[in-house]
């Protein structure tokens, strides 16, 4: 899922979906994962989904080794 984000990777809607479940506040640089989970509930449920199975750093790992495709790789059924 594609989150709303400025040019910088900031969401400017507020913290994206994995800052909110893991409780994180936004960086200056830009969240890995706030491309792909956006602010909305949908976007904290989808990462939640995701951080269940693989956990928020191994699935950072995972996306850092995609090259291409890392929409599709981030993609899960609820």
Request: aromatic content about 6%; charged content about 20%; proline content about 5%.
């Amino acid at each position: 899922m594609r989150g709303s984000s400025s040019g910088a990777g900031i969401n400017i809607n507020g913290p994206c979906g994995a800052c909110k479940l893991l409780r994180r506040k936004s960086v200056e640089g830009g969240c890995l994962f706030a491309p792909y989970f956006d602010s909305s509930d949908q976007g904290t449920t989808q990462f939640a989904a995701v951080h269940r199975v693989f956990g928020a750093s191994n699935a950072s790992k995972l996306l850092l080794r995609i090259p291409h495709r890392r929409l599709d790789a981030v993609i899960s059924p609820n």
